[in-house]
């Protein structure tokens, strides 16, 4: 049996794809790349969806 279309992937915690954008922009490279720069609106748009998706379930841990 597929997988319903209507129920998404897990999605990963904000805190480890903020992390990953983190480490797209140490890149030097990233910043003239649109393959990178493309990669960072993914990045960003999942991360949205994390922290939404956290913020409903009061998950979010703050880090200092």
Request: hydrophobic share 50%; aromatic share 4%.
């Amino acid at each position: 049996m597929s997988p319903s279309p209507l129920v998404p992937a897990p999605a990963r915690p904000a805190a480890v794809v903020n992390e990953e954008i983190r480490t797209l922009w140490l890149d030097p490279r990233v910043r003239l790349s649109a393959e990178g720069r493309a990669r960072y609106e993914v990045l960003v748009a999942e991360w949205t969806r994390a922290v939404a998706a956290e913020r409903a379930c009061g998950e979010i841990d703050v880090a200092a």
